[in-house]
C-alpha cells in the first residue's frame, strides 16, 4: 500500500474520485447520482438543509453504509478494507457512547489504532502524536486525565477531534465538527482545519454556517439528496444556488 | 463444625467449588463487556430463551449432554434474538418490547415443555441450577469457557474495545466490527451456559451483569471491569457454594444473593457515588 508521507515535494496528488454514487435506506433514496472529485491538499465543505444528505455522503466515503450504486475511489483504490487507518472519521455528538469509562487521553490514544493494530505496543511516536493532537484541541494537563463523561459538550467535541488528528491520517471526515465550539475554539478549529489542508491532507465536512464558510474551507459542495452545486467558496455561494440548496425538496 | 469439615472432603462438594470458581470467573470477567455495551436487558431475555432450548433437545434426543444443550441453547436464543429484530423492522414496536413478547413466549413454553421431560432432575433444578451435581465433564467444560474467555479477549482486547466506544470510528480505523461484535456475543452465550448449570435461567443474568457493577463502582479503568468483575465473581460463587452448605439454602439463589449484597454494600462504600459522600454524581 503506498503510504503518504504528507511532503508531497514532487507535486503528486492523490484523489477521491465518487461516480454516480446511490444511497437508500430501504425506500428511501438518500443519494442520488453524487459526482465528485477532491484532492488532497484541501478543504471541502458539504452545505444543505437537514436531510440533505451530508452525513449519509460522508458515511459513505468512509465506508460505513452500502451504496446502492457507483463507485468511491481513494488514490485509485476501491476497496475500503485495503485503506485501513488512511481515513479519520468524526461523529456526530448522539452517536457515542459518553457513559464510556474512558479518560480524554484514552479516547485519543484509541486513534492510534490504525498505526499499532491490536497487538503493537505504544511508543514514544505515539505518545508524541497523542501529546500534539491534545495540545492541539487545547485538551492536554488537567482535561487530558478527566472521564470523557465529565465534560462540557464543546470539549467533548474536541476530545473526538483530538482522536482524529492523533490518527494522523490522510483523509479526515468531520461530520459538523464546529458543533457545541465556543467563539475561541471556533477560531482554534478553523486554524486546525486550514493547516491540515496545507499539510497536503484531504479535510470533508459537513458544515451548518453559510456565513463563515470562505473562512474555513476552499470549496464547497451543495447537497440536496444530489449535488446542487460544487467549486471554489467564492464562486458557488451564490444566491441562486444557495436557494435551489435550501429550497423544499427534502419533504417532497 | 464437624459435618462441614465432612462435607469439605466430599468429591460433590470440591467438584462444586471448582465449578463456582470458573463459573464465577468467566461471568464476572463478561460481565465488564455486558456493562460496556449496555445489553443486560437484552442477555436476560436471551438467558430465558436456552430453556426451551435445552428443554426441546432433550425432548428430541432422550437425554441431557453439554453439546446437546449448547445447541438447543444456541438455536434458541439465536431464534429469538432474529425474530425480534424481524418483528421490529416490519412494525413499530420497539425491538425492548419485541424481545419481551418472545422470550416470555418461549419460556412458558419452555416451562409447560418439562412436563414431558422424564429425567432425574426435577423442575426446581432446571429453574435455579444445581451447580451440586456437575460432572467432572461439566467441569472440562467449564475450564475450556474460562480459557478461550481469557485468551481471546486478552488477545482482542484493544479493537473489541474500539468497537464497544464507537463502531462506526472503529470501522473507518480498520477494526474489523463485524467478527469484534460476534466475538462479543460467543463471549456472552458461552459464560450464559456455564452459569446456566449453576444459577439456572432465570438468575444466570445477575451472574453476568452485577460483577461487572460491581467494580465500576470503584474504578474508570476500563481493563480493571473485566479483571476485578472476574475476581469478585469468583469469590462471591464460591463463598455462596460454602454457605449455602450449612445454612441448607439453594446454591444457585445464594450466589445472586451474595452478589446483590456485594453490590448494595459497594453502592454505600463507592468512593465516587455513595450517597454519604457529599454531592454525588447520579448513576445511571
Known sequence: MNKCTHSHTHGQTHELIIKNLEVAYRHNMVLEDINLHAYCGSSLALVGPNGAGKSTLLKAIAGLVKQRKGHITWSGEDNVQTRGGEFAYLPQHEEVNWDFPITVRGVVEMGRYSQLGPWKRFNKKDELAVERALALMEMDGELSNRQISELSGGQKQRAFIARAVAQEAHVLLLDEPFTGLDRDHTANLTRLLRKLAKENRLVIASHHDVNTLADIFDRVLLLNRRVVACGECQTTLSEDNLNLTFKNMANV | ?284
Open chain 2, 1 to 284: 463444625m464437624s459435618e462441614l469439615l465432612e462435607i469439605l472432603d466430599m468429591p460433590f462438594f470440591r467438584r462444586a467449588l471448582v465449578a463456582a470458581a470458573l463459573i464465577g470467573f468467566t461471568n464476572g470477567f463478561v460481565s465488564g463487556f455486558v456493562l460496556l455495551r449496555r445489553s443486560s436487558l437484552t442477555l436476560s431475555a436471551l438467558s430465558h430463551t436456552m430453556l426451551p432450548g435445552i428443554v426441546i433437545v432433550v425432548l428430541i434426543t432422550g437425554s441431557l449432554t453439554q453439546a446437546g444443550a449448547f445447541m438447543g441453547a444456541l438455536l434458541a436464543s439465536l431464534f429469538v434474538g432474529l425474530g425480534s429484530i424481524a418483528i421490529t423492522r416490519h412494525t413499530r414496536l420497539p425491538q425492548s418490547t419485541a424481545l419481551a413478547i418472545f422470550f416470555t413466549t418461549a419460556f412458558a413454553l419452555g416451562v409447560l415443555m418439562l412436563k414431558y421431560v422424564h429425567t432425574s432432575q426435577d423442575l426446581e433444578e432446571w429453574l435455579f441450577g444445581s451447580i451440586l451435581s456437575v460432572s467432572d465433564a461439566d467441569l472440562k467444560v467449564f475450564f475450556a469457557i474460562a480459557c478461550f474467555t481469557l485468551l481471546s479477549a486478552t488477545l482482542f482486547m484493544r479493537p473489541l474495545l474500539l468497537t464497544l466506544f464507537e463502531p462506526n470510528v472503529a470501522a473507518v480505523q480498520g477494526v474489523g466490527v463485524r467478527w469484534m461484535n460476534y466475538l462479543l456475543y460467543a463471549l456472552m452465550i458461552f459464560a450464559l451456559m456455564a452459569s446456566f448449570q449453576a444459577v439456572g435461567p432465570i438468575l444466570s443474568i445477575g451472574l453476568l451483569v452485577v460483577p461487572g457493577a460491581i467494580v465500576s463502582l470503584f474504578t474508570n479503568h476500563t481493563r480493571w471491569l473485566f479483571w476485578g468483575g472476574g475476581v469478585v465473581g469468583c469469590i462471591s460463587a464460591v463463598l455462596a457454594v460454602v454457605i449455602s452448605i450449612p445454612l441448607n439454602i439453594p446454591t444457585g439463589p445464594a450466589i445472586v444473593l451474595v452478589l446483590g449484597a456485594l453490590f448494595i454494600l459497594a453502592y454505600f462504600c463507592s468512593p465516587n457515588y455513595s450517597p454519604f459522600k457529599r454531592s454525588p454524581k447520579p448513576q445511571q
